[in-house]
C-alpha cells in the first residue's frame, strides 16, 4: 500500500516562500512520476507541477512557472515543492500524488495514489 504525506505548510504573508516536502513509503517511490495539485475552496484540483522518475521530465502549470520548483529526493523518498514570490491566489490545500504510469503528467485522473494535502494560506 502506497502511503503519501506532505508537510511543510502553513500562513505566509504574500511575496514570501514555503517548502512542501511528500514522504512516500510502501512503494519503489524512485520509479515513478510525482505530481503535486492543489485544491481552493469553491475550485477543483488544479496541476501544479510533476516530475518524472529520474527528475528529468518537470511540467509546471502556467500560473506557477517561474515561481515554483518542484524536485525529489530517492534516497529520502520525498519529493519537494519549493514556492516562491507567493501570491493570495496560491492559497489552498496542496495535494501530493504518484501514478502506476511512467510518465509525469497534469491529469489528476492518471494519478492514483493520493496525500492527505497540507494548507498553504498566502495573506495579503
Known amino acids: 500500500q502506497v502511503q503519501l504525506e506532505e508537510s511543510g505548510g502553513g500562513l505566509v504573508q504574500a511575496g514570501g516562500s514555503l517548502r512542501l516536502s511528500c514522504a512516500a513509503s510502501?512503494?519503489?517511490?524512485?520509479?515513478?512520476?510525482m505530481g503535486w495539485f492543489r485544491q481552493a475552496p469553491g475550485n477543483e484540483r488544479e496541476f501544479v507541477a510533476a516530475i518524472s522518475w529520474n527528475g528529468g521530465t518537470i511540467y509546471y502549470a502556467d500560473s506557477v512557472k517561474g515561481r515554483f520548483t518542484i524536485s525529489r529526493d530517492a534516497a529520502k523518498n520525498t519529493v519537494y515543492l519549493q514556492m516562491s514570490s507567493l501570491k493570495p491566489e496560491d492559497t489552498a490545500v496542496y495535494y501530493c500524488?504518484?501514478?502506476?504510469?511512467?510518465?509525469?503528467?497534469?491529469?489528476?485522473?492518471?494519478?492514483?495514489?493520493w496525500g492527505q494535502g497540507t494548507q498553504v494560506t498566502v495573506s495579503s
Open positions: 510502501g512503494r519503489t517511490f524512485s520509479r515513478y512520476p
Open positions: 500524488a504518484t501514478r502506476t504510469g511512467a510518465v509525469a503528467n497534469n491529469r489528476s485522473e492518471d494519478y492514483a495514489y
